[in-house]
């Protein structure tokens, strides 16, 4: 039976067509020859995902992602497609997860722990991680913190290899070395010093032990005054001195009492002192009694009549 040239190309034509299509659902994950279950998940940002991206549980892929869909509220309808055989339970979490630092997307199923299974075309729950590169962000902030202080340590080094500075710690290195050289004839002057003066020091300190033996002995002696001063100070709080305080007390307030009356115009003290009377009459005395004397010096006959023979005229 011959095959006309045409119904040959017709064949290769729809064959080619075939594995075009049979290809580009492959290529999707679509298997033509297995059957599947559609589940949904509803995701505020499907940044990275795709179609075609696998659906993995513990690292093993049980399907792939087979459509999306962007709902009227901005949020996205992922579809899946899982191999019938496994079984899905209805409180599964699809979890969006990054898969490398370039942005790359999968969604991976953390089965849940309920007998109920989810059925064909059932809505399951979702949830986004975090990418890589916002995980490694604290990462990426200490490194380019710990980049900075390399870049100041290195410059702090290039500073130190400065020939500047390195003559400068040259010279540093060389007054220390003199100062240690120093130290040293110091130290052995001291040395010699102290070994010339050992006769000295062994008569100072003979001459200390001596004086902390005086020291002992005066010790005792002030041990026995403070005993004299305590027996006295007994006796003194023994004795009468709180009626000798009073007596006193009773003296102090009767002389008080005393000068009050002195002070005031009671008595002849008191007027003596306070009334000026008395000065005056005792003043206009004294100068009466001056007047007196000068006329008594003035006029002597006055006042005094003699005469050696007993006779003579008397004045008038």
């Given at each position: 039976m011959n095959i006309s040239n045409e119904t040959k190309i017709g064949a290769l034509t729809t064959i080619a067509i075939a594995v075009l299509i049979f290809g580009y659902s492959f290529l999707k994950g679509n298997d033509l020859f297995s059957g599947s279950n559609k589940f949904y998940a509803v995701y505020k940002s499907v940044d990275g995902l795709s179609v075609s991206k696998p659906v993995l549980v513990n690292g093993f892929p049980i399907g792939h992602v087979s459509g999306m869909q962007l709902d009227q509220d901005g949020r996205t309808?992922?579809?899946?497609k899982i191999k019938s055989e496994y079984k899905i339970p209805v409180n599964t979490l699809a979890k969006l997860v990054s898969t490398d630092l370039l942005g790359g997307k999968a969604i991976i199923f953390e089965l849940g722990d309920s007998k109920e299974l989810a059925e064909n075309r059932d809505t399951l729950r979702a949830?986004?991680?975090?990418?890589l590169a916002e995980s490694l962000q604290p990462i990426q902030t200490k490194a380019e913190n710990l980049i900075t202080k390399l870049d100041s340590s290195l410059a702090s080094i290039n500073k130190i290899l400065n020939p500047n500075f390195q003559k400068n710690v040259d010279r540093s290195f060389t007054s220390i070395a003199n100062a240690l050289q120093t130290l040293e004839g110091t130290t052995k002057k001291i040395d010699n010093l102290v070994a010339a003066q050992t006769g000295h020091i062994n008569g100072i300190l003979s001459n200390a032990e001596d004086v902390s033996s005086n020291l002992k002995n005066t010790s005792a002696g002030l041990t026995?005054?403070?005993?004299?001063?305590?027996?006295?100070?007994?006796?003194l709080a023994n004795s009468n001195i709180r009626q000798t305080l009073d007596n006193a007390n009773k003296a102090v307030a009767d002389l008080q009492a005393?000068?009050?009356?002195?002070?005031?115009?009671k008595g002849s003290m008191g007027l003596l002192l306070n009334d000026d009377k008395l000065y005056k009459n005792l003043q206009a005395a004294s100068d009466n009694l001056n007047l007196l004397f000068l006329?008594?010096?003035?006029?002597?006959?006055?006042?005094?009549?003699?005469?050696v023979f007993g006779g003579g005229k008397k004045d008038k």
């Open positions: 309808t992922v579809e899946f949830d986004i991680q975090g990418s026995g005054i403070t005993s004299n001063l305590q027996r006295f100070s007994g006796d005393t000068m009050a009356n002195i002070n005031s115009n006329d008594l010096k003035a006029n002597p006959k006055r006042y005094v009549h003699f005469s």
